[in-house]
């Protein structure tokens, strides 16, 4: 009984790091405010819970901050050209299906699924680009290379992101304020995911070097 209390105790820990996700997710929204900012506040974010998923001692908004400053170039230019590419997806998914539904054309009906199909690829890229940023260092054309191929190699993680995303966002909706929280709370979960995926890369490198050397 009184282990459970103790503070060092494995479920006190992950509580902490919960309401450490809630609270930089006040955070997180305060630095995307200026809207072209997001890509370098996503990849801030992962920076940290990255780390504080792997309890590496760190301050919360130091290491973000200090992120966010060094992948500023980066994450700005990925965020900006993911954030204008989604809009146009989601323009050209209600376009579509608004002419199939008034026309009945099944062009119309064909275009509207196969741009569901590309914002799928879109979607899941945006999921591993802003984790790449933050653990590693490439160009930005390997960071979308890198991104989709993670997420086809490792697809049973990626639907499970997919999946624990949906639930969380819809479950969150039926309390509007909550969602305020989202973006720390599904960034805290999936580094849990990220670390594991991208823990047998680094492995891979290291014994790449050592073979080298």
Known sequence: MNSFFDLDNPAWRFISKFFDACFLSVIYLIFCIPIFTIGAANSALYYVFLKLAKDEEGYLIRDFIKAFKQNFKQGTIVGIFLTFVGIILIVDI??????????????????????????????????????????????????????????????????????????????????????????????????????????????KMEENKKIED
């Open 94 to 203: 209600y376009w579509f299906r608004a002419r199939a539904n008034i026309l009945g054309s099944q062009k119309d009906y064909f275009m509207y699924y196969i741009f569901w199909v590309i914002f799928l690829v879109y979607s899941v890229i945006y999921l591993y680009i802003f984790p790449l940023i933050a653990k590693f260092e490439n160009s930005t054309k390997n960071m979308f290379k890198f991104s989709f191929i993670m997420s086809i190699k490792h697809l049973g993680w990626t639907t499970l992101m997919v999946i624990l995303g949906i639930v969380i966002i819809l479950s969150a909706s039926r309390i509007p304020p909550i969602l305020i929280f989202i973006p720390g709370i599904l960034a805290f979960f999936n580094s849990y995911i990220f670390n594991h995926i991208f823990d047998i890369y680094i492995r």
